[in-house]
């Protein structure tokens, strides 16, 4: 038999409630395969391996990984949003140095499609180089787009559940206020994340399946003109004297003062001016047939980070997604992603298998045409129905310890650094 190889483990983008769950499941997961030696988390995602930080993940206590279930987001060993552009060689270069110097043989990057994009390119590279490396892609993003729009290479992905299941409850807690002070307050305009596609928006329609509130839902995807909203909102109005908005940060309404990440992705909450904002200053201008005006309330990384809200099923299927990468890396499947199918039929069911890291990344999954009504302001119950099994029935019970919630701690235990110091190529003035 070989001698065992490492493992790195990587995270990449905006962090979930959930990424730690498939964190939890890779560590667990190699315990259970004699070939994987040192479990090791890079620092802050690839920035970690290009600068030799490496998390000693092995030799963390039992306890402090079992508690990575109920720790949300990369506090744990970090994510970055630095991005292996294809002419940066020299960074490529470093990844493979660093992994041959650490004896690294199982490479699994947690991400959306960038991040199955660079892992799929560094087991290219390996390969070119004679490093035996089984490079796996871990998915995960709230936004759910990553894969294709048939739903055959991912069903959902880990961390969307849980930020729909906090707009359920916002969306709640938030007709509860507009019904009791509507007379002030007649227009609640809540702004979701979601900058080219509308799941996380539209999993405001869970809360009210029965369309019982006067809840109007604008996606990104909901092409129509701020005068062809107030129209709406102002008919709405009129009928039961309120109504509450959920819009995606993305909506067009011109404008905002955007700003990109390394990625290209527009930080909506970066912004000069926000989305809701503008809607809330449009109508308020225009006019509301009842007394008082629209307001407006603008969340940011708490739809990711609201542990409390976070869905059990969720977590659940992200630890099985670290576990079942594992598997693949241990198994010799490098090339891969480990995915979540959903089994046909009335039941909810899931399993978990793979598929081509080439085909993830090279795709985008755009939310489905019918399913957003024709009004351009609502979903359709197909949604409904396809989004609320992996809600999940209950709240997570966290644990507690004077008074606070007890969250992971890992100990700064680092791999020595053998290579010289280096910098990333693209922090280079």
């Known amino acids: 038999m070989k001698s065992p190889k490492n493992l790195v483990v990587a995270q990449s983008g905006g962090p979930t409630c959930v990424i730690n769950s498939s964190l939890r499941g890779v560590i667990e997961g190699a ?15 690839i920035e970690g391996v290009l600068k030799e930080e490496l998390i000693d993940l092995s030799a963390q206590s039992k306890e402090e990984v079992a508690l990575l ?33 650490h004896n690294v043989g199982y490479f699994l990057y947690n991400g959306g499609n960038d991040s199955m994009d660079t892992a799929n390119k560094i087991a290219e590279l390996a390969a070119q180089r004679g490093l035996e490396l ?25 961390g969307y559940a849980s930020t729909a299941k906090y707009w359920i409850h916002t969306v709640q807690y938030a007709n509860e206020e507009n019904k009791g002070s509507c007379p002030a307050d007649p227009v609640l305009v809540l702004q979701a994340m979601g900058r080219k596609i509308g799941f996380i928006p539209a999993a405001a329609r869970l809360a009210d399946p029965e369309r019982k509130m006067p809840l109007l839902i ?51 909450s970066a912004s000069k001016i926000t989305v809701a904002q503008t809607i809330v200053n449009y109508l308020n201008q225009a006019g509301l047939p009842a007394k008082g005006s629209a307001r407006c309330n603008v969340a940011g990384t708490d739809q990711r980070h609201s542990m409390a809200y976070a869905s059990p099923v969720d977590l659940d ?18 090339g891969y992603m480990s995915t979540i199918l959903r089994d046909p039929g009335f039941i ?34 197909d949604f409904v129905r396809y989004a609320k ?40 003035k």
């Open 31 to 45: 315990r259970e395969f004699d070939q994987i030696g040192t479990v090791y988390g890079a620092r802050h995602g």
């Open 69 to 101: 279930r109920y720790t949300p987001v990369a506090g744990s060993i970090g994510t970055c949003r630095y991005k292996l552009k294809s002419h940066q060689q020299e960074d490529f270069e470093r990844v493979i140095e660093v992994f041959k110097a």
């Open 389 to 428: 099994p992996f809600i999940g029935e209950d709240m997570l019970s966290l644990p507690m310890c004077n008074g606070l919630q007890r969250l992971t701690q890992f100990q700064p235990i680092y791999a020595d650094q053998i290579l010289p110091a280096y910098v990333p190529q693209a922090d280079r």
């Open 317 to 334: 299927e992200a630890y099985r997604v670290g576990q079942k990468a594992v598997e693949l890396a241990a198994t010799g499947q490098g």
């Open 218 to 268: 604008y996606l990104a995807e909901s092409h129509c003109s701020l005068a062809e909203l107030t129209q709406t909102v102002r008919e709405t109005v009129k009928q039961a004297g309120r109504c509450i908005i959920v819009v995606s940060e993305g909506f067009d309404v011109g404008d905002v003062g955007a700003v990109k990440d390394s990625f290209g992705h527009v930080h909506f």
């Open 348 to 381: 909810y069911n899931v399993r978990y298998d793979k598929v081509p890291l080439s085909e993830v990344a090279n795709s985008e999954r755009t939310f489905l045409k019918e399913w957003i009504l024709p009004s351009g302001c609502d979903v359709s119950d």
């Open 134 to 158: 089984q490079a796996v892609g871990v998915p995960k993003t709230i936004d759910n787009d990553v894969g294709d729009s048939e739903f055959k290479l991912i069903d959902h992905t880990p």
